[in-house]
T-cell receptor, first 112, second 113 residues
Framework: GDSVTQMEGPVTLSEEAFLTINCTYTATGYPSLFWYVQYPGEGLQLLLKATKADDKGSNKGFEATYRKETTSFHLEKGSVQVSDSAVYFC???????????FGSGTQLTVLP | KAGVTQTPRYLIKTRGQQVTLSCSPI?????VSWYQQTPGQGLQFLFEYFSETQRNKGNFPGRFSGRQFSNSRSEMNVSTLELGDSALYLCASSFGDKNEKLFFGSGTQLSVL
């Protein structure tokens, strides 16, 4: 079945540091890939998505590129801020399913 | 525009009881999905409803059920609660197209004692 493997956390960075959170997937066919973010006490919010190979999703300085050859969708940001502290989830949907398969989540803490 | 509203925010039940959680989607959205979030299992898909019909179902026992009303509001029910049902239950709404953005509510935190 489908699965998503995410980099284990927690990750602690200083403000303005470079961020990478690794995500690899296993899926049948050609899945769509997503990054969601969850702030404390809130539900998930879509951060970015990519629906086909080589697509780059981007939002709020975050980027991720759909790499079919390595089955990866790593999240990157050039300069993190304290306000980026949250839990980040990589997810996929495949086939005709309208459901998301999530990774385990990566807790990010950014220190001033 | 109001977001996805889930009620109640917190719930405490005892083993063997049943519980009903409610979700009001964003106006105009016809799809409502439910997810269970636990520290051990992470986020797992429960089911999805579209125009009052269940379109997809995850791998959960029959104790977990749901329904959707004509105004797109949805409820999920868990019968014969077990300790392992303690979790944050998240509802998400969308227009119902594949790959589109899901809008999540803040969830209902269920504790089973």
């Amino acid at each position: 079945g489908d699965s998503v493997t995410q980099m284990e956390g927690p990750v602690t960075l200083s403000e303005e540091a470079f961020l990478t959170i690794n995500c690899t997937y296993t899926a049948t066919g050609y899945p769509s890939l997503f990054w969601y973010v969850q702030y404390p006490g809130e539900g998930l919010q879509l951060l970015l998505k990519a629906t086909k190979a080589d697509d780059k999703g981007s939002n709020k300085g975050f980027e991720a590129t759909y790499r079919k050859e390595t089955t990866s969708f790593h999240l990157e940001k050039g300069s993190v801020q304290v306000s980026d502290s949250a839990v980040y989830f990589c997810a996929l949907s495949s086939g005709s399913a309208r459901q998301l398969t999530f990774g385990s989540g990566t807790q990010l803490t950014v220190l001033p | 525009k109001a977001g996805v509203t889930q009620t109640p925010r917190y719930l405490i039940k005892t083993r063997g009881q049943q519980v009903t959680l409610s979700c009001s989607p964003i106006s105009g959205h016809r799809s409502v999905s439910w997810y269970q979030q636990t520290p051990g299992q992470g986020l797992q898909f429960l089911f999805e409803y579209f125009s009052e019909t269940q379109r997809n179902k995850g791998n959960f026992p029959g104790r977990f059920s749901g329904r959707q009303f004509s105004n797109s509001r949805s409820e999920m029910n868990v019968s014969t609660l077990e300790l392992g049902d303690s979790a944050l239950y998240l509802c998400a709404s969308s227009f119902g197209d594949k790959n589109e953005k899901l809008f999540f509510g803040s969830g209902t935190q269920l504790s089973v004692l």
